[in-house]
Every structure is written in structure tokens, then in C-alpha cells.
């Protein structure tokens, strides 16, 4: 992985000491809670329900064993033993005093993080698979660009004061398991037929109150050119995007009221002053970066990798787990092994403990080489794991309550903090998430089932991803009560789809039986291995809201 170098430790160290100037002054009265307000987001920091809010940076979701430790000391002396790790790859603290953020945020430069830019009209963190550098099907490793991305754009003064946040993310795997669609612009990372890299720039995602999926804008752009056309992009946006109404302010409301094909010509006129400028990547630059993203030293496929076949055979549990949990290598004898902080009613999606972190940081060096990630799915993986240590891997997470074998089934559930921490929820999320794990307990049930995903937003604001959730719930306000509006037909990834409403919203005790009734009339309608998604495509809504607003009991095709 990545080891900060010396200027980009004088750099989050002397954002520190002006931070802890900063809070001083304003808990002095010499800055008023107006001129403190978007200092304090550029560094992270939220005024929540509660409390302050911290968001930590994880650029494009790789951290070390050491870093991992040190938000398990933060967790512990800071806050209230546990972190919540987020869809955009970093993690918040909820119960932060002011007072201690300059001394959170030394701590964290002392080993390379920072929350710089984790919030505000600005370039935010730089997101990609959680996967790469060792996917089996990855195209190029993306993470030296990410890297490139981030140095860049982090503390860039032109574009420090957007009209609205701004996020980037890049994948280069066969699956898009970045989201890439959903983003400001999505960068897809190839090889021309020469076998040159090139970019595939997609613009104007987003989802939030108006979701759209981002455009194609240009196709073949040679690597060395990345920084010049997302420069070209953001300067056209900084011109023309709305500063007057912040529902009207992100780019895919500039780029759907130009069209496409205005706004690329915009972008292309812009980019012919600037492409053969400084900004131009060298080989030596790109080489200097991807250095830090040499492979670890892999050992030969052990003889005794039959013991991991033999585990499988004995022990169905461990099985189960694999079949959902492990993901495939790109190095012979090795593995991913995701684990899932989604273990049902007992703990928010997201979330873990100091106790889970600290166990995660050893694991990292037992059965890796220190490196963990963060998925957009709010899981941890450890990315390099030999296959014959996974049986004890397993073991270990069981024992600390990360080894739920439900990767990508229904309780494998994105939520977002909801009405519980976020002054901007309309709804509570995790109460709603915990009902619905408890609804579905029955694990041969849910891997009968297979892959189907459920999104959960506590606001119009979309944190949870409801659009793209095959199954989306978004909290809505309505008298002052709190409601449910549920989606189907959202999907992530190179098909990526927006769901669409299915009818009135629902009560939060109504949600788990709505929820059953749903997956009830998928099991009626699907045809064999058919996914969720192409059985609403072609039966359309209709059956779903039938048996949803009927209220009919669950059809026996599909009885738990």
C-alpha cells in the first residue's frame, strides 16, 4: 500500500495545528459559528444530533494494520468504543467533543490519516473496488491513479469551494463493484487494442433528491491526460454550476439542463487550454506512485492446500461461509476473505467495535501482509489471505462476531446512521435494518434465495444508496411521523439501474412484513437462478404491489 511521503505529511500536519488555531478562536468568540462552519466541514467535522460527528478519511478504502489500531484507540478514548464505516470507504466517529478534535486529528497524522476534505463543496475522498490490486478479474490496478487523484485534489485552492461535493471514483475489474455510475465522474480504467491504458469518462451521477446515472463524455482518453480532463470538468462545473439553491447545485442537474453533448463540448474547449499543460502525467510521476503498490512477496501454492478442501468438505458452517465470504485471487493459494459487520439485530450495519478493530489489525499481519479495505457495502476484508489460513480466519471472526456468511443476500443490508445520529434524517435507519435481519434469520433460507440487495436511506439525501438497492427503503417525514417509501429494481455495477417506487409509504412496523411479502412474490414469479432484478424487469411492478397492498399472506413457493 501507499506510505505517505514528506510532503504530504507536512501538509496534514500543518492542517492540524491551523485546525486547533481554529478551534480555539472559535470557542473564543473571535469566529462566529458562520465563518466556523465551513472550516470545521473541511476537516470532517458535523454538528449531528448528539454531537460532533467525525468522518475519517480512507483513501479509495486501504488502510494499515498500525492505522486500524490507532481508530481502535480513537473509538476507545474519544468516543464511545465503536465507528461506523460508510459507503464512500471512510468511518465516523458520532459522540466527538470539540475540544478533542485537534488531538483526534494529531493522532491520526501520526500515522498517516486525516478527515481533510471528508466533507464540504469540495473533491472528496477518492473511491475504488475494494478488490483491487488483487480482483482475479481486474483489468489494471487503479489504485495509483486513485492516489494521483487524491494528492491532486487534496487542499487544490481552484476547487476547494464547488458549488456543491464533489466525488470521484475509478475501477479497472470486468465487475464495476465501485459504483462508478453513481458518482460525479466515474472513471473505468482499460487497454486499447495497442495495450495502452486508457479511461472510459462517465459525468453527472448521482443519487440524492434528483438520481441520475452518469453519461458517457469521453471514450480512449490516454491515462496521462486524467488530471488535465477532470480538471477541465471541474472548471466548467465551478463556471456554471448553481450556487443559489443546493438542491440545484451538483453537476448532474448542469449536465442534464446543458445535455451531454453540450456540456462535452464545454469540457472539450476548456480541456484543449490545459491538456498539454503541468498537468500532464509522466511516466516517472506514475511510477513514482505505483511503487507504493508493488505486490507483497506471495509464496509459492503451499502443498498442503488441500487443507483447505478438506475443511470444506468437514465442516459445512465453514462452507457456507466461503461459498458467500471468500472472494477469488489473482495469485494462486490466495484469497480474499470479506467479513461482514452485518451479523443481524445485534450490531448497526457498518458499525464495529474497538475490540473488532484491534482483533481485524492483528488478523491483517497473522494472515496477510498488514493491509485491510473497506467496501462499499460497509464491510471489512482482508485482501491476501492464504487459502489454507482461512479455516482459522474464520474461527477467529466467528468468535468476535464478524463471521456472518451473508455477503451480497438480503441481510447483508447498506444502511445509513439515520434518525438515531444524523440532524438530517427524516427516519430512522438502523432500527428498521435490525427488524428486517431479525425477519430473516434463517440462513438456508437466504442463500436459497441467492444475491438480492436491500439499501436503506434515513433521508432524501441517499447515504444508504436506496436508489441502486434492489430493494430500497428512504425514511420520509410525513406529519411528523416517521414513513417508508420502498423501491424496487436498483442495481449496481456495469448495469446499474435506479429503482422505482412501488406506491404509498409504509409505518416502520409494517417494513419487515412488506419486506416478506416482496421477496414472497420474487419466489412466485422468478424463473430457475433468475435475479431479482430481471424477474421485476419482466413481471413488472404490478405483482409486487398486489401482494404488498393486499396484504395477502406469503405464497407457499415461498414459505420460511
Request: glycine share 8%.
Amino acid at each position: 500500500m501507499y506510505h505517505y511521503d514528506e510532503y504530504d505529511r507536512a501538509l496534514v500536519f500543518e492542517r492540524v495545528a491551523q485546525f486547533r488555531d481554529q478551534v480555539e478562536r472559535f470557542q473564543a468568540g473571535a469566529l462566529s459559528e458562520e465563518e466556523f462552519l465551513p472550516l470545521r466541514l473541511q476537516n470532517g467535522l458535523y454538528m449531528q444530533k448528539h454531537a460532533y460527528m467525525l468522518r475519517v478519511a480512507i483513501p479509495y478504502g486501504t488502510i494499515g494494520a498500525r492505522q486500524m489500531r490507532t481508530l481502535a484507540q480513537i473509538a476507545r478514548d474519544y468516543d464511545r468504543g465503536y465507528g461506523h464505516f460508510t459507503t464512500r470507504q471512510n468511518i465516523q466517529f458520532n459522540w466527538i467533543e470539540l475540544e478533542q478534535v485537534p488531538e483526534i486529528l494529531q493522532r491520526l497524522a501520526e500515522v498517516d490519516m486525516h478527515a481533510i476534505q471528508t466533507s464540504g463543496n469540495c473533491v472528496r475522498n477518492i473511491t475504488t473496488e475494494a478488490f483491487a490490486g488483487v480482483a482475479a478479474d481486474e483489468l489494471i490496478d487503479p489504485r495509483p491513479l486513485a492516489e494521483i487523484l487524491r494528492q491532486w485534489s487534496t487542499i487544490n485552492p481552484e476547487f476547494l469551494f464547488l458549488p456543491r461535493k464533489f466525488k470521484i471514483a475509478i475501477c479497472s475489474a470486468r465487475e464495476d463493484r465501485a459504483a462508478i455510475m453513481m458518482h460525479d465522474i466515474g472513471l473505468y480504467l482499460y487497454r486499447d487494442a495497442g495495450g495502452q491504458m486508457c479511461l472510459r469518462v462517465m459525468v453527472g451521477g448521482g443519487l440524492g433528491r434528483t438520481p441520475i446515472l452518469a453519461q458517457l463524455i469521453r471514450e480512449g482518453l490516454p491515462w496521462q491526460h486524467l488530471l488535465s480532463y477532470v480538471e477541465a470538468i471541474l472548471r466548467v462545473y465551478n463556471r456554471h454550476g448553481r450556487r443559489d439553491n443546493k438542491y440545484k447545485a451538483r453537476i448532474k442537474i448542469l449536465v442534464k439542463a446543458l445535455g451531454i453533448e453540450a456540456f462535452a463540448r464545454e469540457v472539450e474547449q476548456e480541456w484543449q487550454h490545459i491538456k498539454d499543460g503541468p498537468a500532464q502525467l509522466t511516466e516517472d510521476e506514475f511510477r513514482r506512485v505505483a511503487e507504493g503498490f508493488e505486490p507483497p512477496a506471495y509464496l509459492a501454492p503451499p502443498d498442503d492446500e488441500l487443507e483447505y478442501g478438506t475443511h470444506l468438505a468437514m465442516d459445512s458452517a465453514f462452507a457456507r461461509w466461503a461459498s458467500r465470504n471468500v472472494h477469488p485471487h489473482k495469485v494462486p493459494g490466495y484469497a480474499s476473505a470479506v467479513l461482514s459487520t452485518k451479523p443481524g439485530p445485534a450490531a448497526p450495519p457498518g458499525d464495529l467495535t474497538a475490540e473488532q478493530m484491534a482483533a481485524l489489525a492483528d488478523w491483517s499481519e497473522q494472515f496477510g501482509f498488514g493491509e485491510i479495505r473497506i467496501a462499499h457495502e460497509q464491510n471489512l476484508i482482508l485482501p491476501d489471505v492464504r487459502k489454507r489460513d482461512l479455516h482459522a480466519l474464520w474461527r477467529l471472526a466467528c468468535e468476535q462476531g464478524l463471521g456472518t456468511p451473508n455477503i451480497g443476500l438480503l441481510t447483508d443490508i447498506i444502511a445509513c446512521p439515520g434518525g438515531d445520529f444524523c440532524a438530517l434524517a427524516n427516519a430512522k435507519s438502523i432500527p428498521i435494518a435490525q427488524a428486517i435481519q431479525k425477519r430473516f434469520e434463517d440462513l438456508d433460507f437466504l442463500h436459497d434465495l441467492g444475491e438480492l440487495s436491500l439499501n436503506i436511506s434515513g433521508c432524501i439525501n441517499a447515504c444508504g444508496h436506496h436508489h441502486i438497492g434492489n430493494i430500497g427503503i428512504l425514511g420520509v417525514d410525513k406529519n411528523g411521523s416517521e414513513w417508508y417509501q420502498v423501491t424496487l429494481g436498483g442495481a449496481q455495477g456495469k448495469h446499474s439501474a435506479l429503482g422505482k417506487v412501488i406506491g404509498p409509504s409504509f409505518s416502520a412496523d409494517e417494513i419487515p412484513r412488506v419486506i416478506e411479502q416482496i421477496v414472497a412474490t420474487y419466489c412466485a414469479y422468478r424463473e430457475q437462478d433468475e435475479p431479482f432484478v430481471q424477474t421485476v424487469q419482466r413481471v413488472g411492478l404490478e405483482p409486487f404491489k398486489e401482494r404488498v397492498y393486499a396484504r395477502t399472506p406469503e405464497v407457499a413457493a415461498c414459505e420460511m
